[in-house]
């Protein structure tokens, strides 16, 4: 018998499998068509100054609007996207796309810091990047000033050798640096010095149990410390409830984001939620 079941199992996990990788390349077909279809969307979610709650920045979030799926985060198709090379053109559309929405923005006197973009850590490695990132700051017209890189903790460490004159590069076109995720990619506080980098955003992971977790609050806490001796602003990532909140803002965390204050929301529904004519964020 036991036989027997381990030959149903057997067929059982080969039907899975190649379900699976059935899924999988359909989801990798339409994904190479996503692009020219225009079926990739930037949704945006407000950074919100710990100071004075205003918002001083959007992080640009990428949505799939999949024709049969619905709407689909980028937890499932951003490793797909690397994998197959996709991100290069991908995340070309969304650096030109986030540059473009922040200029009509700005345009239209709407305050909201700086736009925040996400490379891949393929796009960090591409020797493309700095003109790709000078090409979609001169079509947009959106001051460098205004532009956010965000670029994880593990893709700078996985690169050493070349992050600093990449960083460095970058720097030189007037963009800010942010490291994303930080916390969870093995590098020690103090090698960041040597990179020129403007913000550390603390990652979700640490966020999740302060106050409660005694370890999250002391590793918190020693981030937002050496952090602001190295000069670099302190963003805290998911932060959900009024308690996470005050326990960052006594820190001395300087920037807040996360549900508690907003979810990321396609380009109209951020307008008429923190544009409107209210101006929740006006002067
Ligand atoms: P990330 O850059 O660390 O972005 C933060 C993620 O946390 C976002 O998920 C955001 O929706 C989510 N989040 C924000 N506040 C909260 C909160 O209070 N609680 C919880 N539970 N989650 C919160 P999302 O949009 O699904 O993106 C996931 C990841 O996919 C991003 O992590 C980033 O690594 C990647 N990604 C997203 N957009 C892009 C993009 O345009 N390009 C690239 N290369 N990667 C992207
Ligand atoms: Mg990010
Ligand atoms: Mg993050
Ligand atoms: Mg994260």
Same mark, same amino acid.
């Given at each position: 018998?036991?036989?027997?079941?381990?030959?149903?199992?057997?067929?059982?996990?080969?039907?899975?499998?190649?379900?699976?990788?059935?899924?999988?390349?359909?989801?990798?077909?339409?994904?190479?068509?996503?692009?020219?279809?225009?079926?990739?969307?930037?949704?945006?979610?407000?950074?919100?100054?710990?100071?004075?709650?205003?918002?001083?920045?959007?992080?640009?979030?990428?949505?799939?609007?999949?024709?049969?799926?619905?709407?689909?985060?980028?937890?499932?198709?951003?490793?797909?996207?690397?994998?197959?090379?996709?991100?290069?053109?991908?995340?070309?559309?969304?650096?030109?796309?986030?540059?473009?929405?922040?200029?009509?923005?700005?345009?239209?006197?709407?305050?909201?810091?700086?736009?925040?973009?996400?490379?891949?850590?393929?796009?960090?490695?591409?020797?493309?990047?700095? $003109?790709?990132?000078? !090409?979609?700051? =001169?079509?947009?017209?959106?001051?460098?000033?205004?532009?956010?890189? %965000?670029?994880? +903790? #593990?893709?700078?460490?996985?690169?050493?050798?070349?992050?600093?004159?990449?960083?460095?590069?970058?720097?030189?076109?007037?963009?800010?640096?942010?490291?994303?995720?930080?916390?969870?990619?093995?590098?020690?506080?103090?090698?960041?010095?040597?990179?020129?980098?403007?913000?550390?955003?603390?990652?979700?992971?640490?966020?999740?149990?302060?106050?409660?977790?005694?370890?999250?609050? $002391?590793?918190?806490? !020693?981030?937002? =410390?050496?952090?602001?001796?190295?000069?670099?602003?302190?963003?805290? %990532?998911?932060? +959900? #409830?009024?308690?996470?909140?005050?326990?960052?803002?006594?820190?001395?965390?300087?920037?807040?984001?996360?549900?508690?204050?907003?979810?990321?929301?396609?380009?109209?529904?951020?307008?008429?939620?923190?544009?409107?004519?209210?101006?929740?964020?006006?002067?």
């Amino acid at each position: 018998r036991a036989k027997e079941r381990g030959k149903n199992a057997f067929q059982l996990f080969n039907k899975e499998m190649s379900v699976r990788a059935l899924e999988q390349m359909l989801l990798e077909n339409s994904l190479r068509h996503a692009l020219e279809r225009q079926e990739f969307e930037l949704f945006y979610q407000p950074q919100l100054s710990a100071a004075d709650n205003r918002i001083c920045g959007m992080e640009a979030l990428v949505r799939w609007r999949h024709p049969t799926r619905g709407l689909t985060a980028p937890g499932l198709f951003i490793s797909l996207a690397e994998q197959t090379g996709l991100i290069v053109p991908m995340g070309d559309w969304i650096l030109r796309e986030a540059c473009r929405q922040g200029k009509a923005w700005l345009d239209r006197g709407y305050r909201f810091g700086r736009i925040a973009v996400n490379l891949s850590p393929c796009q960090f490695l591409s020797d493309d990047l700095p $003109a790709a990132i000078d !090409a979609a700051l =001169a079509q947009s017209g959106l001051p460098p000033s205004m532009l956010e890189l %965000e670029i994880t +903790e #593990s893709a700078i460490m996985q690169n050493q050798q070349a992050a600093t004159a990449l960083l460095k590069r970058m720097r030189e076109l007037g963009v800010t640096i942010s490291v994303d995720d930080f916390g969870t990619g093995y590098s020690s506080l103090a090698s960041l010095k040597q990179y020129p980098l403007d913000t550390l955003k603390i990652d979700r992971s640490f966020v999740k149990d302060i106050p409660y977790d005694a370890d999250n609050v $002391a590793i918190t806490e !020693a981030i937002i =410390a050496i952090a602001h001796k190295l000069r670099l602003r302190v963003v805290a %990532e998911g932060v +959900e #409830s009024e308690e996470q909140n005050a326990f960052l803002r006594s820190a001395g965390c300087d920037v807040i984001q996360g549900y508690l204050h907003g979810r990321p929301l396609p380009p109209a529904e951020i307008e008429s939620r923190w544009f409107a004519e209210g101006e929740k964020n006006a002067g």
